[in-house]
């Protein structure tokens, strides 16, 4: 019986984390598959549209910085708490609002709070899973993917049925005040005895690590197309003849798809010695689908999404390959938010060059020469992540 509270306070944790994972994308997914319903209300020009799908990336680089700054104030639990909170308000608020000044200011507010726990969830895992690292981060991993197609395969059959694109974005505030309710009562007993436990004090700088780059750029390269896929792959089929609802599916399918391969991933990686093969099989996938994309999209569209689907399981790889890559808790958090805070910085060039080529060109060809040449440079920061070793090795 002794073991019992820590194994309750485990399961919960767990549960907590899985609320959380649940909500780190929807509100961007569902922008995705409702922008041009968005542009229209709000009179957005494609530049403007293109800034609103890059506003992810740039709100986790910033906050995603400053999140080890947090943590040494206040404990992982408050700032879940805030987070998710601060998601809350600002889904409701962009929902309701006409300005689309406003809708950006409250979108930011928004991914405010997904950035802080993007970057909490790694060290959630090492601090209270240590010896189930790969299982758990695979886990929280499907949970996040799963939030994802539910929100793009459900944003516009809500916004139908209510009649406005305000309730396919407004509908998952709720989640995320669920997500609210298991790390209230931690956030309540926290103090500062519980904040020492957690500040990364080792003086790890990975800023100053060939490791820590190389992370940031495959995590960058992997989340720019990410970000492009989840902004813009809608509206490419809407272009190649698609119904709305079948493209908000289409893009369900890429990250419903995800959804074992965010499983399984975490595994394999943690059993290989090397992951260069999976570095390899997963930009093959990905070159595969933007070909694809490029020259038949209408005609071969299921298999170009089945084919997005496994090369977006480099999200997975590099969100696991950071725990491996760590030994303690105080490496994680570090190596998580440089990684992370860097990598938005590149990804954020993602959403907004892709709308920029095509408001340019008027087609998609340009866009996804893009995406290939990142998808080049991901491949070779893979290949420097892929050896074994530990960021705190390279001080």
Known sequence: MAGTPRATGGLLVLAGMLLVALNLRAAVTSLGALLDEVRVGLALSGMMAGFVTTLPTIAFAGLGAATPWLVRRLSPARLLVLGMLALTIGQVLRAVTGSAVVFLLTSALALAGIAVANILLPMLVKQHFPHRTGLVT????????????????SAVPVAHAFGSWRAGLGVWAGLAAVAVLPWLPAALRARAAGRRAVAPRSGIRPARTRLGWAMAVYFGAQSLSGYAIMGWL????????????DAGLLLAGVTALGVPIALLMPTLAGRLG????????????????????AFAPRGGAVLWVVLLALGQGAFPLILTTIGLRARTADGTVALSAFAQSTGYVIAALGPLVVGI?????????API??????LAVQTGAGMVIARPRYIEDER
């Open 138 to 153: 695979g886990a929280y991993t499907m949970a996040l993917t799963v939030g994802t197609t539910v929100a793009a395969a």
């Open 369 to 374: 020469g893009f995406l290939l040449v990142a």
């Open 234 to 245: 809608a509206q490419l089929f809407r272009d190649s003849g698609f119904r709305p609802q």
């Open 274 to 293: 090397s992951l260069r093969p999976l570095v390899f099989a997963l930009t093959t996938a990905s070159t595969l689908a933007y070909l694809g994309l």
């Open 357 to 365: 080529l095509y408001e340019a060109t008027g087609g998609w060809t």
